[in-house]
């Protein structure tokens, strides 16, 4: 029984590395107040940005920012359209993720196929001899041991440093910020670029280590999943690890059942994470209570004057 | 308020040789076409409280968000200890030790009272909650206001978080204080506690601004007092040189105001809204009724109540069961049997967000509670909809005249003809007006006042208001409500009850009578 | 901001100020893809003269552009409902697909019915279904406050990957050498060209709906208080307009329409059910109504022109071996910029005056 589910789960973390990244990254855009519904085609293009850096400097880790900086140059045409422009968040995601999926098509096509190198999964020190946990925890790539990090340091973040409190309180009231001398726009703007940025490292670890190969549609459906994620977690980083464990869980679970040639339709099989994520909606809207939604998400900041 | 009784300290007269803190020179601000501020001359002292008296929209707020740093003034300077200033955002004139307390408070609600205290004031980068609520709860003890620095503000009472707003000022170490109607949602002895607060930061130093279109209040608090109107600063008087409350609001408005209304008596006729034992939804026990023929005020300071209550008679919520009769019909078989005509009407607060639609015209907004009347099976007559819009607007006198005006284009004042002109002409049975006045000025309230009074021919009005003022021109009774519970109903006929009204507001109850 | 301007609050509607700014959006976008184009290694002018002649140089370009314009030009409708009121319904793909199924259903199930019998019923089906899918979401939004954005989105994967079970399963055509498609639909469940010409008659079905659309938010009550109620739930209570119902009509309607776009695709385009059917009509019909602003005219007009662009990209595809993103590339951004410059229809820059 344990040779199975051990290498499960060890896939489940591995395939829930990037919908972790990426539920933080838009729970960071909106904790600052902006919806961006773009992060599906902020994780495809940075996907291909991440995977043509790696292909062409042969180095990894220049790749895996090369993957964050394109997330946050798209997420940069959604904070000047909705925080500068006025513009309606929930459309100007939309088409951002129109334009994303479309570019990442559009210069992706000379790679189809092309491996690349990306990063290997290699045994953490120590850690990785524990019994079964260390199975499961510790051997794998360096940007899953990244994103063990990541929650920790947002966590930290938002309830131990004042630039994380600011942005919280553009989040939930901007022109008590604006009052309290801050800069709303600018506070507005680095949540939606620190986002981007999160997001974007999300859609390059698809490219670089998921598949080390490239193809269209390696996002799939992962940045609409990541924003339901957020909903589901009720904005704290702790809950959006448990969900996007539990969405690598069904993936992997779902790829390993095609695999085994079981008869139910691979179609069936394929819709399962998007069933899930309804019903995860559902879930969490029976206790909606509890969650620490930012009450100025959605809404922008008119000027003065 | 009649019930403003206190001690305050003595009047210091303004000697000659004191500097003003803050100047303001010259100062013009326009929106569009409108002047707001017109050449504004105002100094400030350290030590005193400076009223500002002025009618809503005369001005007061856009003068001191200037202040503040909020808006740049188009024309003329601001000068502090004597230096120009230009302030470009609220941080610089944070810096400069101005601050203000808005009238919504300007709080992050999920946030704990001393996050809020220190937001944008941390210093480091890092922070620390316990060490926070240390500092901001010994902030609190030295000048005694009492609030728990580690509750969140959400379930802080209006005058916890206006003692949170009054810390954020002391912690920056604001010279200046301003304070945009602050008593507003305050009960009388909250306020007391205010002006107690008040005279102790004036006594150390600090330069104080109370804006006010209350006289009560202002001669009572104020060294100082500084009468806004249409934009300008119409002088400066001595509270103790005042003659009468009527000479200052005879200033204030500009006319010799009609501060009070014939109210011919009307006979009362049938119930036509029951209100039966209603707890719940923060309710307790909400028991009166309204007739034909009379006006019921509720008064009570805002978030007692009034607002589940209204929403709940008007529809907007589900009371529970055998709690509500409207017209002689329960609750549901009111609301499901609803017709626009001889109904019920509701003219809520919120004119532009919920009584009328901001990007449609005039037919269209006429239509919104009245389409029933316009309907011909599925279709809807839009060529009798516009001609009775056109006669609706010539009677009552809606400006601009066009119909084809967009309801945010029409003024405050305007629109509330508006939807008046709307409600009344469905000859409703029962009215609940909300705060039907707020923010009108002195000639649009003296109409709906009149509207009012006249509609009580064939219906029975509840009037939910704030200002006791109007409550006492226009109702039979009154019913003051305090955290859910209506604690009084008294009728205006009586001579004491203008002074039985304050403590009832504050929850004090005296008598057994109640 | 800019030194020597200042932003100033529109007192009056800009009157044209739209179509300037759509046009302004056109250009910025033109130039941009022009870079893209002159990136890949080819002509940029060469690029923009092949895309304008493929989308309006030709008969035969403006025929194919018609057509592509009726699936946008229903589901777009759709989605122009229920952004009315500020319900997000992105799943037009997903109840487009749904329509294509139910129509399928009808036809694979009935081949010899009469055409006066089987169209309506596949009609009714298409529009069943496509209703269907979207009210599940709408339900789920009232019942359970579920974000429709998410629920709808989620449903066109589950639909795309409902068509391709059934192409690749039961449906199957035998005769298709394990190609995933079914069988061609026989005469009686197609639809014919007008006249002759290959512009079928759905183009006729567009004018008709569309003209019903316009009445029936103009002249009905129903239709009135879909746009009254587009201020929100509190004021549709206030105004004693049942929202729940509102909401479930709107969603339904919205589904049904792009249930009848699928209708029409695979009746009068494929004639048979395949999963290239699914070209992305569903999102670029959201592209469409945002740029129409909502009003049925103007999406007539929107989703012509985004037809013709994606003919023209094809055509670029042809001629310069473009890939065919190129235009969702243009989608985009004609979009985002239109987004941003409607700052200007509530705000104006003034030149400050000297003394200032």
Redesign the interface.
């Known amino acids: 029984m344990l040779e199975l589910i051990v290498p499960l789960l060890n896939a489940t973390v591995q395939s829930g590395t990037p919908i972790l990244y990426a539920t933080l990254g838009e729970m960071m855009t909106e904790k600052g107040g902006v919806l961006n519904l773009g992060v599906e085609g902020i994780m495809s293009f940075s996907a291909l940005a991440a995977f043509v850096t790696t292909f062409t400097t042969g180095s990894a880790t220049l790749g895996f920012l090369a993957g964050g900086c394109a997330g946050l140059f798209l997420a940069f045409i959604h904070g000047f359209v909705c925080i500068s422009c006025l513009g309606n968040q929930v459309v100007s995601g939309l088409a951002l993720t129109i334009l994303g999926l479309g570019l990442t098509r559009f210069l992706g096509t000379p790679y189809i196929g092309l491996p690349c190198e990306g990063f290997e999964k290699a045994a953490f020190p120590i850690l990785s001899s524990i019994p079964v946990m260390g199975d499961i925890l510790f051997k794998q790539d360096a940007l899953v041991y990244v994103s063990y990090v990541v929650p920790v340091l947002f966590w930290f973040f938002f309830k131990r440093t004042s630039l994380g409190m600011a942005m919280e309180s553009v989040g939930e009231y901007p022109a008590a910020a604006a009052a309290a001398g801050l800069k709303p726009i600018l506070l507005r703007y680095s949540a939606v670029l620190g986002g981007g940025f999160l997001i974007g490292l999300g859609g390059a670890y698809l490219s670089l280590a998921y598949t080390h190969l490239w193809t269209n549609g390696l996002s799939g459906g992962r940045g609409w999943i990541a924003v339901a994620l957020v909903i589901f977690a009720f904005w704290r980083p702790g809950r959006a690890v448990v969900g996007a464990y539990l969405f690598g869980g069904v993936m992997a679970f779902q790829l390993r059942l095609q695999a085994s040639g079981t008869n139910i339709p691979s179609s069936i099989l394929l819709a399962l994470p998007y069933a899930l994520t309804i019903i995860a909606l559902v879930f969490s809207a029976c206790r909606r209570k509890h969650s620490d939604m930012p009450a100025a998400l959605g809404t922008n900041i008119e000027p003065e004057g | 308020m009649s019930t403003c009784d206190f001690i305050r300290p003595a009047r210091k007269p303004l000697t000659e040789n004191e500097v003003p803190v803050v100047r303001l020179v010259g100062v013009t601000k326009r929106f569009?076409?409108v002047v707001a501020n017109n050449n504004i001359n105002l100094d400030l002292y350290p030590g005193r409280i400076k009223a500002l008296l002025g009618e809503n929209g005369a001005g007061k707020s856009t003068m001191m968000s200037m202040l503040?740093g909020?808006?740049?003034p188009?024309?003329g300077h601001i000068e502090i200890d004597g230096k120009v200033m230009d302030f470009s955002?609220?941080?610089e004139a944070?810096?400069a030790g101005i601050g203000?307390v808005?009238q919504h408070?300007?709080?992050?609600?999920?946030?704990t009272v001393a996050?809020?205290v220190l937001?944008?004031?941390?210093?480091?980068?890092?922070?620390?909650?316990k060490e926070m609520e240390k500092r901001v709860g010994e902030l609190a003890g030295r000048f005694g206001l009492d609030v728990a620095p580690g509750a969140r503000v959400c379930d802080l009472s209006m005058g916890e978080k206006q003692r949170v707003e009054i810390l954020?000022l002391l912690y920056r170490d604001s010279r200046i204080l301003i304070f945009d109607e602050p008593t507003a949602v305050l009960t009388p002895e909250e306020t007391i506690r205010l002006f107690e607060a008040l005279w102790k930061m004036a006594e150390q130093g600090k330069s104080i601004v109370f804006i006010s279109h209350k006289l009560e209040e202002v001669l009572a608090l104020a060294d100082d007092i500084a009468i806004l109107r249409r934009g300008v600063i119409e002088g400066e008087v001595d509270p103790d040189c005042v003659e009468s409350k009527a000479d200052l609001a005879c200033r204030m408005v500009g006319k010799e105001v009609i501060l009070e209304i014939d109210r011919a008596p009307m006979e009362s006729g049938k119930p036509v809204l029951e209100v039966r034992n209603l707890s719940g939804m923060g309710l307790n026990e909400v028991d009166f009724e309204v007739r034909q023929g009379e006006i019921v005020a509720l008064v009570g300071v805002a978030g007692n109540g009034q607002k589940p209550l209204v929403e709940s008679i008007?529809?907007?919520r589900k009371p529970p069961r055998d709690t509500i009769v409207i017209g002689g019909k329960p609750w549901r078989r009111f609301?499901a049997e609803?017709t626009?005509k001889r109904s019920l009407s509701?003219i809520?607060e919120d004119r532009l967000?919920?009584?009328t639609?901001?990007e449609?015209d005039m037919v269209?907004n006429i239509?919104?509670?009245t389409?029933?009347g316009f309907?011909i099976g599925?279709?809807?007559d839009?060529k009798r909809a516009s001609t009775e819009t056109v006669g609706l607007v010539e009677k009552f006198d809606i400006r601009p005249g066009r119909i084809q005006a967009l309801a945010w284009?029409l003024s405050g004042g305007n629109l509330q003809k508006a939807v008046l002109a709307r409600e009344l002409y469905r000859e409703p049975v029962l009215i609940v007006a909300e705060q039907p006045t707020q923010g009108l000025d002195i000639s649009a309230t003296e109409e709906v006042w009149k509207r009012l009074l006249e509609v009580r021919a064939m219906a029975g009005i509840l009037l939910v208001t704030g200002d006791l003022n109007e409550a006492l021109q226009l109702a039979d009774r009154i019913a003051v409500i305090y955290n859910g519970r209506i604690l009084g109903m008294l009728p205006t006929s009586d001579k004491a009850t203008p002074d039985k009204i304050g403590p009832l507001m504050a929850g004090i109850v005296e008598e057994a009578a109640v | 901001m800019l030194t020597g301007f200042k932003l100033r609050k529109r007192d009056e509607p800009w009157k044209w100020g739209a179509l300037v700014i759509f046009l302004g959006a056109l250009l910025i976008s033109l130039l941009i893809s022009a870079f893209l184009l002159e990136g890949q290694g080819k002509s940029a002018i060469d690029g923009l003269f092949i895309l304008w002649d493929g989308s309006f140089g030709h008969v035969w370009a403006l025929e194919g552009a018609l057509l592509k314009a009726v699936p946008i030009f229903l589901c777009s409708l759709g989605v122009a409902i229920s952004f009315r009121m500020q319900i997000w319904n992105i799943g037009a793909e997903g109840q487009f697909a749904l329509g294509a199924i139910g129509a399928t259903w009808m036809a694979l199930s009935f081949p010899h019915l009469h055409w006066t019998l089987l169209m309506p019923l596949m009609f009714i089906m298409a529009f069943l279904l496509g209703g269907l899918w979207a009210g599940i979401p709408a339900a789920l939004k009232l019942k359970l406050k579920v974000n429709e954005i998410i629920s709808t989105l989620m449903l066109n994967y589950i639909a795309i990957l409902l068509l391709d079970y059934l192409v690749f399963g039961i449906w199957k055509d035998p005769s298709s050498y394990g190609f995933p498609m079914t069988p061609k639909f026989s005469e009686n469940a197609r639809i014919l060209g007008m006249f002759g010409s290959s512009v079928h008659w759905g183009v006729a079905l567009c004018v008709a709906v569309g003209a019903a659309f316009w009445a029936f938010m103009r002249y009905t009550r129903l239709g009135y208080e879909l746009k009254a109620s587009g201020q929100g739930p509190r004021v549709a209570k206030y105004a004693g307009m049942p929202y729940g119902f509102l909401v479930m009509f709107v969603m339904c309607m919205s589904g049904g329409l792009a249930g009848w776009a699928g209708c029409v695709e695979v009746a009068g385009t494929t004639g048979r059910l395949e999963p290239s059917l699914m070209v992305g009509y569903g999102y670029t019909a959201i592209v469409v109504a945002w740029l129409a602003r909502l009003e049925p005219l103007n999406i007539a007009f929107a989703s012509f022109l985004l037809a013709a662009l994606r003919v023209g990209v094809e055509n670029l595809q042809l001629e310069l071996q473009i890939p065919a993103a190129f235009g969702e590339i243009m989608e985009g951004m004609i979009l985002l910029s239109v987004l941003a410059g409607q700052f200007f229809l509530t705000y104006k820059l003034e030149r400050r005056k000297l003394s200032d």
């Open positions: 569009g076409k503040a909020r808006y740049k188009d024309e955002s609220s941080k944070i810096n203000m808005y408070f300007m709080l992050v609600e999920s946030m996050q809020n937001l944008g004031q941390t210093g480091g980068f890092f922070i620390n909650p954020k008007c529809g907007l609301f609803s626009w509701y809520p967000g919920l009584a639609l901001r449609c269209d239509l919104l509670t389409r029933k309907a599925p279709w809807l839009k284009q």
